[in-house]
């Protein structure tokens, strides 16, 4: 197989249309088998549930290949664990089991063309979604839905790759207590969109939410979770059932304590203690993990130790470590690596 003629070092976090999508379609109480298409374009009812009342969510994961040229992808049943939890919470009929997966697969090596060499700092970023299609215009669940996943080259999702960010406290909330946030629907995402807008025309690279209840703890980005180190190189991350369950920041969890030896702590996190770490970054699967250098409340800057220029320490050591067993040059926890 050749692969495309890309300058896969310059990619940018943008889409790209690729060869081949996957398809699934849910009608009369089943989904259908699904199948692969050359086809990138939806045609829906004007009253499509998805583009009435924003029933859809969606998935990301990211597909590689290792040192060895082998095209792997990192724990995709997480994702289909997690789709299907979205699915419950907005009244979407869930998938039959495996079939996220399966579909992944499938996706992935329709496309190998677009699968980014081992070596050129881009991978594959696969968008499984969900949505409803059929009329509605009662405010109730659409009886009719699609499932499609697409896949396209990406580079880093922060321009400046791995220069440490600068974040704004935000006066918006993500994610109301005992809402959405612990899902990934879209509508989590349309909500962010004024604050991050604004956040950009300031300066800032990305938003700090605080706990919507008292706004005296935090949660996370529009769409990555955080990781603090403290001085005394302790992995801290936060505690909240507003926040998307991220699967890369329960992967370093693991790493940090399995690999690196370092103590690690789930638990709530005040704002208040932030000016007490060391080091602090955002992870997800788009954001792998990306340094933050400062975050500014309200004009007030909290500076980490570890500066502007290049990323602390242990967030290096986390960093490694976690794309080395993505592109196969560590040896992976059981069952973290499917081979494509
Ligand atoms: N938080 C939000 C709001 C996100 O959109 C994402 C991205 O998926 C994450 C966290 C990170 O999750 P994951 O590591 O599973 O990609
Ligand atoms: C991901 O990391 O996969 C996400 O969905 C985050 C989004 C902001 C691109």
């Not at 400046?160 to 600068?166: C, M, V």
Request: net charge negative; glycine share 8%.
């Amino acid at each position: 197989m050749e692969k495309k003629n890309l300058d896969w070092s310059n990619l940018g976090f943008g889409y790209r249309q690729t060869e081949q999508r996957y398809v699934s379609n849910y009608k009369d109480g089943a989904w259908d088998n699904g199948a692969l298409t050359e086809d990138a374009t939806i045609v829906l009812n004007e009253c499509a549930g998805v583009l009435q009342y924003a029933q859809t969510c969606f998935e990301g994961l990211k597909a590689y290949t290792t040192q060895d040229n082998r095209i792997v992808v990192f724990r995709p049943d997480l994702n289909e664990q997690r789709m299907h939890d979205s699915c419950l919470r907005l009244e979407i009929p869930a998938l039959p089991k495996g079939r996220f997966v399966e579909a992944v697969k499938q996706v992935v090596k329709a496309n190998e063309a677009y699968v980014p060499p081992y070596g050129s700092g881009a991978t594959l970023y696969i968008r499984p979604y969900i949505f409803g299609t059929n009329p509605v215009i009662g405010v109730k669940p659409a009886d009719e839905y699609q499932f499609r996943i697409f896949c396209t080259p990406v580079g880093p999702y922060f321009k400046g790759g791995a220069k440490p960010l600068t974040i704004k406290v935000s006066d918006f909330d993500r994610a109301a207590p005992h809402g959405t946030g612990h899902i990934k629907a879209g509508l989590n995402y349309a909500m962010s969109l004024y604050p991050i807008v604004t956040a950009h025309e300031e300066g800032y690279d990305e938003n700090m939410y605080l706990d919507p209840a008292t706004r005296t703890k935090v949660e996370e980005t529009g769409g990555a979770n955080f990781i603090f180190v403290t001085k005394d190189n302790k992995v801290v991350t936060p505690k909240s059932d507003s926040i998307l369950p991220s699967i890369t920041r329960r992967s370093l969890m693991i790493v940090a304590q399995k690999y690196l030896g370092l103590e690690v702590e789930e638990r709530e996190v005040l704002f208040e203690e932030v000016k007490d770490f060391a080091e602090c970054g955002l992870c997800g699967t788009a954001a792998v993990i990306s340094p933050v250098g400062k975050i500014v409340n309200h004009g007030e800057e909290l500076c980490f130790s570890s500066g502007m220029e290049k990323m602390g320490t242990i967030t290096q050591k986390l960093y490694d470590t976690l794309t080395g067993i993505q592109m196969g040059r560590l040896e992976a926890p059981e069952g973290w690596i499917v081979e494509i």
